[in-house]
């Protein structure tokens, strides 16, 4: 590592957009896809991060080069969803400063937790970019049978921001949780809010945490399936300035 996780970022509390590979055909899905990065890019948004949400592989490669080749000095990051090898693949060959792992401790059962550390070490050792991992992820199994506090302290050796989230896409996530997970991380420890953050409640998300993933809030239906409106994005990047 070379990096560290703020550091990638010309703000002091980054907020990262999800592109969610939405669309009926492939050209469909990457001309939406280059016009929400530059509704995002245009309204202050960090970074955005390229996810098959939607989408597939194929899609993410279209976009993912798209950004090498036409915004290498944007910051992106890359969440290829349940293909932890193929995550870390695509953020080396296409130059994403950070990747997105949904689960870095508690997913697993403690014998499969073994070889998933002697990936994460080989990855990292290989990745110049940074690694943010969550950590009772939303949709995410817990099989570890280890205390929240054991989880976060591994998740912490394995990543270099932690991410929290309450249960579902979109659902805010609970001060309760945000305030649980930081009296137990580091204080220089990078917490990010993964889900459910808004206009209305990022100063007091802020206050906690050091960034922010953002996805439903940005689409006009304030929801997944919806399609990235401009005014929501300078919204909440016009409340997030209010907060430095």
């Known amino acids: 590592m070379t990096k560290k996780f703020l550091d990638i970022f010309k703000s002091k509390k980054p907020i990262m957009a999800m592109i969610h590979l939405k669309g009926e055909t492939d050209e469909e899905i990457f001309e939406r896809a280059k016009k929400e990065i530059n509704i995002y890019y245009e309204n202050g948004v960090d970074a955005v991060i390229v996810e098959n949400y939607f989408g597939n592989y194929n899609h993410m490669v279209k976009v993912l080069e798209y950004l090498k080749e036409n915004m290498p000095e944007k910051v992106y990051g890359v969440n ?60 995410q199994p817990y099989k570890s049978g280890r205390s929240l506090e054991e989880d976060l302290r591994i998740g912490m050796t394995r990543c270099d921001a932690i991410v929290v989230t309450q249960d579902a896409t979109g659902q805010e996530t609970s001060m309760e949780k945000i305030n649980e997970f930081r009296s137990i991380m580091d204080d220089d420890f990078p917490l990010v809010i993964g889900a459910g953050m808004t206009p209305e409640n990022c100063e007091k998300q802020f206050e906690v945490g050091d960034a922010a993933i953002v996805g439903s809030y940005f689409k006009d239906t304030y929801k997944d399936t919806g399609d990235v409106d401009a005014s929501h994005v300078k919204t909440m990047i016009e409340a997030r300035n209010a907060c430095l």
Do not use: P
């Open 80 to 139: 290829c969803l349940d293909n932890d090898t193929m995550n870390f693949e695509l953020a080396m060959k296409y130059d994403a400063d950070f990747i997105q792992l949904d689960s870095v401790a508690g997913h697993l059962d403690l014998i499969n937790d073994v070889t998933f550390d002697a990936f994460m070490k080989l990855f990292r050792e290989r990745f110049n970019g940074c690694v943010m991992g969550g950590v009772r992820f939303k949709y």
